[in-house]
C-alpha cells in the first residue's frame, strides 16, 4: 500500500543535540512538506519541496534544516539552534489536487 | 495574509447529536477550502473539500458549503457516533501558496455514548 513513514515515532534529545527526522513516501508525489503542531496553535508550516533538489522555508524555519536528494524522501533535521523542539512533527505529500495532502503519522520529539 | 479561525473547544456531545464547528477566513483571490480529521496518536486525514463558492463537501456523514459572502466553511453532522471523536481541522489553499495550507487551530471533539 502507498503511504508515508515516518521514523521514528517517538524522540528524546538532550539540549544542545541535533537531530534527524525521516519521512520516506512511496506514492511517487513531487511535493513534500514539513509541519510542526503545538496545542492549541494547529499545524504550522516549517519546510516544503516541490520538486528533487529544491525547497522553501515555510513559515517557522528557523532552527531547522532540510534536503530533498530523492523523490521518496524528505528528511528534517531539528538544530540545536531551535530554541523550542518539543512538539509533534509531521511529513505530508501532494500529488493531486493543491490541498490535498496525504499526512504521516507523525514523530514526537521531546527535549529533555 | 491568510488565516483560518476556528470556534474554541473542546466540544463535548452525546451520541446521536447534531454537530457543528465553525470556521472562517481570510484569504486573497479565491481560495479552496478543506476539513481534515486528526484521531488520537495518527497523522492528518483528508475529509472533505471544496473548491469554489456554494461548492459543498460530503464525507462520512460530515457536510461543509463553501460560502464566499460570509468567508465560511462550518463542519455539520446530523447525528454524530463515538467513532466521530477527534480533533478537526479547517484549512485553506490559495491559488498562489503553491498547493501549501494554513490551518486552523483546532477544534477537539469528543462524543460520549
Known amino acids: 500500500d502507498g503511504g508515508i513513514t515516518q521514523s521514528p515515532k517517538y524522540l528524546f534529545r538532550k539540549e544542545g543535540q541535533n537531530v534527524t527526522l525521516s519521512c520516506e513516501q512511496n506514492?511517487?508525489?513531487?511535493?513534500m512538506y514539513w509541519y510542526r503542531q503545538d496545542p492549541g496553535q494547529g499545524l504550522r508550516l516549517i519546510y516544503y519541496?516541490?520538486?528533487?533538489?529544491?525547497?522553501q522555508k515555510g513559515d517557522i524555519a528557523e532552527g531547522y534544516s532540510v534536503s530533498r536528494e530523492k523523490k521518496e524522501s524528505f528528511p528534517l533535521t531539528v538544530t540545536s539552534a531551535q530554541k523550542n523542539p518539543t512538539a509533534f512533527y509531521l511529513c505530508?505529500?501532494?500529488?493531486?489536487?493543491?490541498?490535498?495532502?496525504?499526512f504521516g503519522e507523525g514523530s514526537r520529539l521531546t527535549v529533555l | 495574509g491568510d488565516s483560518v479561525t476556528q470556534m474554541e473547544g473542546p466540544v463535548t456531545l452525546s451520541e446521536e447529536a447534531f454537530l457543528t464547528i465553525n470556521c472562517t477566513y481570510t484569504?486573497?483571490?479565491?481560495?479552496?477550502l478543506f476539513w481534515y480529521v486528526q484521531y488520537p496518536g495518527e497523522g492528518l486525514q483528508l475529509l472533505l473539500k471544496?473548491?469554489?463558492?456554494?461548492d459543498k463537501g460530503s464525507n462520512k456523514g460530515f457536510e461543509a458549503t463553501y460560502r464566499k459572502e460570509t468567508t465560511s466553511f462550518h463542519l455539520e453532522k446530523g447525528s454524530v457516533q463515538v467513532s466521530d471523536s477527534a480533533v478537526y481541522f479547517c484549512a485553506l489553499s490559495s491559488p498562489t501558496s503553491y498547493g501549501k495550507l494554513t490551518f486552523g487551530q483546532g477544534t477537539i471533539l469528543t462524543v460520549h455514548p
Open positions: 506514492l511517487n508525489h513531487d511535493a
Open positions: 505530508a505529500s501532494n500529488g493531486r489536487g493543491a490541498g490535498e495532502l496525504f
Open positions: 519541496s516541490q520538486i528533487v533538489n529544491d525547497f
Open positions: 471544496a473548491t469554489k463558492a456554494d
Open positions: 484569504a486573497t483571490g479565491y481560495p479552496s
